[in-house]
């Protein structure tokens, strides 16, 4: 895998992680690049994009796009499963996931993309074995300091609402779906039922 | 119990917010980083954004240069400047912070500081160097989660130069007994592998160790080093296939622990790294291939849940079916997923399945007969990334039937397509097909105009480049040259009379050169209007000043007489003062010709017979005289670009390699005066300038061509070329079953797909038989590279022959039943000179060898085969005799011998048996190496109890620590049926290494003109008193080296590679040990030389 990107459906990138050396404005162009590409795609379409010579995989959850990029032998179908798996241990970790977890915990979130990639290949695909390493990292830091943990990890759910709303000033919250609290929990995007009913977190 | 744990691990997280929540309302009031987040979503403007952000960056600046900032505090900063360099504002302020942070912090610091380094900095950033030793000391720490964190750190970013010093360190956690530790430490390694191959080529043994790892995570992760090696040489692991076997049997019978397990399909990571290997394996390998055919139908097998994860399974099981040796059976069943992939409704599925579909389908044509309705389908589909992958899978079937249609439906998509890369790469395909299968001229001119319309200024430059070519090299019949060319003036005298506004400059320059040329085949266009047509580009404002000479010369040729000569006399006049240089130049000989009649009649009315080729004296040679001249005027002499870059960088940048600037401190501490270091003098010999040396000045020449050389590969035919060439080498000989042949002949009425829609039926249908027309079962054969059904109109001549007959040829050689053919005929051709020993004379030896070889006991074989060693051959230095292979009654072996100016590579042909063994041909292939024949006459066959011998020569291609010869050897035993048996052979890279003797001052000119070089510490051999001078003659005995000078700590060697690469390696004491760098114009031989000269040192 050559980096992978994820980013709001206003834009805004929420991570980036870069397995292949490039200069910060070269990663700046690919990244407006591709962020621009990628939403302007409609749901229906495939979640691969021929992108220079490389192939974009992409598939969006909630209002997260998750965006990889392999090269040409790769196989497109597990990407899509290594986004997910990924998506299920945020999920996992921080119970529920949503784009607000990821904003303000995003070096936690950085920390499991790296137990669970490692230099651009999986590292590890069991799921148990991902958090066992991240909690057990997390506990070293607990017992350093067990009063004073340093970041919120939990936004009670009234805030999140509000924090929600603002995020996504310039686009208010005109769509039904986002009125309502359980929705930002990171789903699958609206596809089609066949797909639905494969994927799809619990 | 391990439930118990997960259960307990699950709750974790739980138990843990539930720990901060009560904190998380006042957390999130005073943290910094949710009152920044807040503060931007507050915001409306970009502006405003960027103010804050500015602000907050301030703020962040002051506070961490501020001493009294503790190490938590600096976390927290560094979790903002990560967050402000996300939105795209530069923090570089904080980059060396973080290395502090990483040294300094605990815990969850250190692990924010690492991951802030990992954000911030790129492989080459020079602040890495500052994390070394923080890395050195977490390596070692009893703090299992520091070990982790350094090896995650090192996996992603670690500087090339800096692997050694950490490299004992990770090795050593290989055998740690954490699996979490081992398995990074693999990773690491593969990282290391991946950015410096030669550093861990000594620890390949341990890789097999991880390999074989207890815990099946670490053994999936060696398997990243493992594709990556096999990719580069499948040869060297043939040995590994059944271990990838069985994993994989293992994998897909569910031995694996649960929690590999990803919706229910077994390890579907690791089954599809396995699944990528096995096909780099079985490639062009029928034995090997067998090995895995029962795997790969079980895996096919297993895989028959409905779900992505098992769809991407069965899709690398295909292609791996479909790269192996045949077998019909599977490829029967891979044929029947690729149809449930291209008939899916799952969008991604489709893709996938067009992918695939382009992969087989020059091997089996019929998949896309029985799916052409859904092809045309895609052909209109919403999707632009099925429809270019449609027409991708179209390029691949163009026949010269249907090209017509093909390029209409890519000129289509091109018309629609406004990425850059899309078109530059559809462009290029389009003037392929064009060239190759145009079936008029017309077609072809109009083809090849849209093409340079569309096409503008970003398309390769030798499409262009091609096209004028094939215009004027021409073809077989000159009434076909004319006409073609007429066609081309016609078409663009309208094209410039309409509105030649919008067309790119390249189609500019393509039309003014064209013109030019011969716009005198058509006698009725007066060359006025020509001119006059010529004058209107030039006075337009977008021309570009190329195309604008490209005009004048154009003009040139055509300013005869009349009104021509005073349009060119009045163009000549008002650019004979332009800025532009070049278009000056052409302006001053547009002038002087149109003024002097004489000198045109002479040059331009010859017309035709100017037509004769000139001799091109490539090496300038008739420059010599004024190249010494001028250098002995005090003129600098010639520099390569490359050497020119290389010290204006020097001039420029502080050099922070602290190697470079020891050279005269340690020099002066010597206080050898008289005495210049290898660097020193080669600037000052740079500088002076005097140097008149020959074998200089030929070094510059032949580095000057090279660097021509690589600018043309980079830019284009190859570029483009490579993708297709390199598919139709994959495609394994066809296994043409009698079940297979009879479905082809029937899918030749096109079978309806299940997903047509009746009202579009008739056009569709229309459609479709344009498209798959000369794809049926008889014409398959042509996509094969068989034979051609129609000859190509257009051939090229010197380029696009070589270019064409390379993917013919390779597919050939993966035709079994016309290799043998195909290589008898290459080797009778090449008259490779093979020589039998008969050696009746010696009759007891020959006897005693077959029968010793019976017994398969090598020494006594060994003595008696180094007795046939040509005369010539037996004074010199031989290596051992190892057996190769076997047949039936053939035994191969080999030895390689070292001649000064050549490496001869001896086969031993013993015939055990009694009879005589005919038709034996014996074809050495390499990759890396250049193989010649080398004796006097070929070796048609042995007779009973004899040995043949024959001689290869060869010379490095591409230097590697160790290069291999594969062969083959083929032979008939009486009437029996040919056999063969495959082999290969490996020789370490010094057996072509010799010394070269040169004198300091050489050595010291030679050394900057060589870009390519690596450094590194070795080990010293500290036995004597002169350790540096012992430690010289080691490497110079074992390696065959040339020791030119040893000047106090400091020494200098020189070697050659075979025929004449030379390298050389300058040697310092430092620190107890022997600090080495290396240079030479070749790529790896830096790398591969240090490899070896470690391995002799540490051998010793």
């Given at each position: 895998m050559q980096f992978m990107l994820l980013f709001s459906r206003q834009g805004k990138l929420r991570l980036q992680k870069w397995y292949v050396p490039l200069s910060d404005k070269e990663k700046k162009k690919i990244t407006r690049e591709l962020v621009q590409t990628v939403l302007a795609r409609k749901p229906k379409m495939c979640s691969f994009l021929e992108w220079r010579d490389l192939k974009i995989v992409y598939k969006r959850y909630a209002s997260l796009y998750f965006c990889c990029a392999i090269e040409d032998q790769d196989n497109e179908l597990i990407t899509l499963e290594i986004i997910h798996r990924y998506v299920e241990l945020l999920d996992k970790y921080f119970g529920s996931v949503c784009e607000l977890d990821i904003i303000f915990n995003f070096e936690k979130a950085y920390f499991i993309l790296d137990e669970f990639l490692l230099g651009g290949e999986a590292q590890e695909t069991s799921k148990k074995n991902v958090l066992k390493a991240i909690e057990q990292a997390d506990l070293l830091q607990e017992d350093a300091k067990v009063s004073a943990p340093s970041f919120f990890f939990h936004i009670s759910s009234a805030l999140t609402c509000m924090l929600y709303h603002r995020m996504s000033n310039g686009c208010p919250p005109t769509h039904g779906e986002e009125s309502k609290c359980t929705n930002y929990v990171l789903q699958e995007a609206e596809t089609p039922r066949s797909v639905l009913e494969e994927i799809g977190l619990t | 119990m391990s439930d118990v744990v997960e259960k307990t691990l699950t709750a974790l997280p739980s138990l843990l917010?539930?720990?901060?929540?009560?904190?998380?309302?006042?957390?999130?009031?005073?943290?910094?980083?949710?009152?920044?987040?807040?503060?931007?979503?507050?915001?409306?403007?970009?502006?405003?954004?960027?103010?804050?952000?500015?602000?907050?960056?301030?703020?962040?600046?002051?506070?961490?240069?501020?001493?009294?900032?503790?190490?938590?505090?600096?976390?927290?900063?560094?979790?903002?400047?990560?967050?402000?360099?996300?939105?795209?504002?530069?923090?570089?302020?904080?980059?060396?912070?973080?290395?502090?942070?990483?040294?300094?912090?605990?815990?969850?610091?250190?692990?924010?500081?690492?991951?802030a380094v990992s954000l911030f900095l790129n492989e080459s950033h020079e602040l890495l160097l500052l994390l070394v030793n923080t890395v050195l000391k977490d390596l070692q720490s009893t703090n299992l989660i520091e070990v982790c964190m350094a090896l995650t750190v090192v996996s992603q970013i670690f500087p090339k130069d800096m692997i050694p010093?950490?490299?004992?360190?990770?090795?050593?956690?290989?055998?740690?007994?954490?699996?979490?530790?081992?398995?990074?430490?693999?990773?690491?390694?593969?990282?290391?592998?991946?950015?410096?191959?030669?550093?861990?080529?000594?620890?390949?043994?341990?890789?097999?160790?991880?390999?074989?790892?207890?815990?099946?995570?670490?053994?999936?992760?060696?398997?990243?080093?493992?594709?990556?090696?096999?990719?580069?040489?499948?040869?060297?692991?043939?040995?590994?296939?059944?271990?990838?076997?069985?994993?994989?049997?293992?994998v897909v019978g569910g031995k694996l622990p649960m929690d590999f397990n990803y919706r229910s399909v077994p390890a579907p990571w690791l089954q599809i790294q396995l699944l990528r290997i096995l096909s780099l394996l079985g490639k062009n390998d029928q034995s090997t291939s067998e090995i895995m055919y029962e795997v790969l139908d079980e895996s096919l097998q297993r895989a028959e849940m409905n779900h992505n994860i098992t769809y991407a399974i069965l899709y690398e099981c295909v292609k791996c079916i479909y790269t192996i040796h045949p077998k019909s059976e599977l490829l029967e069943k891979a044929a029947k997923c690729i149809g449930n992939f291209v008939l899916s409704p799952k969008m991604n599925l489709k893709y996938l399945g067009l992918k695939a579909l382009t992969y087989v389908v020059q091997q089996d044509p019929k998949l896309a007969l029985q799916h052409q309705m859904t092809i045309i389908e895609c052909l209109d589909h919403y999707d632009l990334l099925i429809k270019r992958e449609t027409l991708e899978l179209l390029f691949r079937i163009t026949n010269a039937q249907n090209v017509t249609v093909i390029v209409e439906k890519m000129l289509e998509f091109l018309s629609t397509s406004k990425d850059d890369y899309t078109t530059t790469d559809l462009v290029g395909k389009v003037a392929e097909l064009a060239e190759k299968y145009a079936p008029d001229n017309e077609w072809f001119i109009e083809t090849m105009n849209t093409v340079f319309s569309v096409g503008g200024d970003t398309m390769q430059p030798d499409i262009p480049n091609n096209f004028l070519k094939l215009l004027c090299e021409g073809f077989d019949s000159v009434e076909e040259d004319r006409k073609l060319r007429l066609f081309a003036v016609d078409s663009y005298v309208s094209l410039l009379q309409g509105k030649p506004g919008n067309l790119p400059q390249r189609f500019l320059q393509v039309i003014s050169w064209v013109l030019g040329e011969y716009s005198h085949l058509r006698e009725e266009l007066d060359p006025a209007t020509v001119m006059r047509l010529l004058v209107k580009l030039l006075e337009r404002k977008q021309t570009s000043s190329e195309t604008k000479s490209y005009v004048l010369m154009a003009m040139t040729k055509l300013c005869r007489s009349g009104e021509g000569v005073s349009?060119?006399?009045?163009?000549?006049?008002?650019?004979?003062?332009?800025?532009?240089?070049?278009?000056?130049?052409?302006?001053?000989?547009?002038?002087?010709?149109?003024?002097?009649?004489?000198?045109?009649?002479?040059?331009?009315?010859?017309?035709?017979?100017?037509?004769?080729?000139?001799?091109?004296?490539?090496?300038?040679?008739?420059?010599?005289?004024?190249?010494?001249?001028?250098?002995?005027?005090?003129?600098?002499?010639?520099?390569?670009?490359?050497?020119?870059?290389?010290?204006?960088?020097?001039?420029?940048?502080?050099?922070?390699?602290?190697?470079?600037?020891?050279?005269?401190?340690?020099?002066?501490?010597?206080?050898?005066?008289?005495?210049?270091?290898?660097?020193?003098?080669?600037?000052?010999?740079?500088?002076?300038?005097?140097?008149?040396?020959?074998?200089?000045k030929g070094g510059s020449t032949t580095l000057k061509l090279d660097g021509v050389k690589r600018v043309w590969g980079k830019e284009g035919y190859l570029a483009q070329r490579e993708p297709i060439e390199e598919a139709q080498i994959e495609v394994p000989s066809p296994l043409r079953s009698p079940i297979q042949q009879t479905e082809t002949g029937n899918s030749h009425s096109p079978s309806p797909a299940p997903t047509q829609s009746p009202e579009h039926e008739p056009e569709k249908q229309q459609l479709a038989s344009s498209l798959f027309v000369g794809l049926s079962s008889q014409s398959s054969v042509c996509l094969m590279g068989k034979s051609e059904p129609m000859p190509q109109r257009f051939r090229k001549k010197a380029k696009g022959q070589s270019s064409t007959s390379a993917p013919t040829s390779n597919s050939l050689i993966s035709l079994p039943s016309t290799v043998d053919h195909l290589l008898c005929t290459n080797l009778l051709e090449k008259t490779p000179e093979l020589s039998e020993v008969h050696a009746a004379a010696n009759g007891t030896c020959d006897v005693e060898a077959a029968l010793v070889s019976h017994e398969d006991s090598n020494t006594p074989q060994d003595l008696c085969l180094s007795s046939h060693l040509p005369a010539e051959l037996s004074e010199l230095f031989h290596s051992e005799i190892s057996p190769l292979c076997s047949t039936q009654s053939l035994h191969l072996s080999a030895c390689y011998v070292q001649k000064e100016d050549s490496l001869i590579l001896v086969i031993f042909i013993t015939n055990s048996s009694d009879f005589a063994v005919h038709d034996v041909h014996v074809d050495l292939d390499s990759e890396q190496l250049e193989?010649?024949?080398?004796?006097d006459s070929?070796?048609?066959?042995?007779?009973?109890?004899c040995v043949a011998v024959c001689q290869y020569s060869l010379t490095v291609k591409r230097p590697s620590a160790h290069v291999t010869v594969a062969g083959m050897v083929s032979h008939q035993l009486h009437i029996e049926t040919p056999q063969t048996a495959q082999f290969s052979y490996e020789l370490p890279l010094t057996s072509f290494v010799r010394p070269l003797k040169v004198s300091t001052e050489e050595y010291g000119r030679m050394w900057l003109d060589f870009t390519h070089d690596t450094k590194q510490n070795l080990t010293l051999i500290n036995d004597g008193e002169e350790p540096l001078t012992d430690t010289l003659t080691v490497l110079k005995k074992k390696l065959q080296l040339h020791i030119v000078e040893i000047i106090g700590m400091e020494g200098i060697v020189a070697c050659r590679l075979l025929p004449d690469q030379p390298c050389l390696m300058h040697c310092r004491l430092h620190a107890g040990s022997l600090a080495v760098w290396m240079r030479s114009s070749l790529p790896d031989l830096p790398d591969c030389l240090m490899y070896h000269c470690q391995r002799s040192l540490t051998e010793h």
């Open positions: - | 917010s539930l720990d901060s929540q009560p904190g998380s309302t006042k957390l999130s009031s005073t943290s910094k980083l949710g009152s920044l987040i807040r503060g931007i979503t507050e915001l409306t403007s970009k502006h405003e954004e960027e103010k804050l952000i500015q602000r907050e960056l301030v703020s962040i600046k002051e506070q961490v240069s501020s001493p009294n900032t503790s190490m938590r505090q600096m976390k927290d900063l560094m979790v903002r400047a990560i967050y402000c360099e996300m939105l795209g504002y530069e923090a570089s302020f904080s980059y060396i912070h973080a290395i502090k942070l990483a040294q300094q912090g605990t815990a969850l610091e250190k692990r924010v500081g690492y991951l010093a950490i490299l004992p360190l990770v090795e050593e956690k290989l055998n740690h007994p954490k699996e979490i530790i081992r398995r990074k430490a693999v990773l690491a390694l593969y990282k290391f592998y991946l950015i410096a191959p030669n550093q861990v080529q000594h620890i390949h043994s341990k890789f097999r160790l991880a390999l074989c790892d207890r815990d099946p995570g670490v053994m999936t992760a060696s398997l990243h080093i493992y594709l990556q090696m096999i990719q580069e040489n499948p040869e060297g692991y043939k040995d590994l296939t059944t271990s990838f076997v069985t994993i994989l049997k293992q349009i060119a006399q009045e163009v000549s006049e008002s650019y004979s003062s332009s800025m532009d240089t070049v278009l000056r130049q052409r302006a001053h000989e547009l002038q002087h010709l149109s003024h002097n009649l004489e000198l045109r009649t002479r040059v331009l009315l010859p017309g035709e017979a100017g037509l004769e080729p000139l001799e091109v004296d490539s090496s300038l040679s008739f420059l010599d005289g004024f190249v010494s001249e001028a250098l002995a005027a005090g003129a600098a002499p010639y520099k390569p670009p490359h050497q020119r870059q290389e010290e204006l960088a020097q001039a420029k940048a502080l050099s922070l390699e602290p190697y470079s600037l020891a050279l005269p401190i340690s020099m002066s501490s010597c206080s050898i005066t008289d005495r210049q270091s290898p660097t020193l003098l080669s600037m000052s010999s740079g500088l002076s300038g005097d140097s008149t040396d020959l074998s200089h193989v010649s024949c080398a004796s070929p070796v048609k066959e042995v007779r009973g109890c």
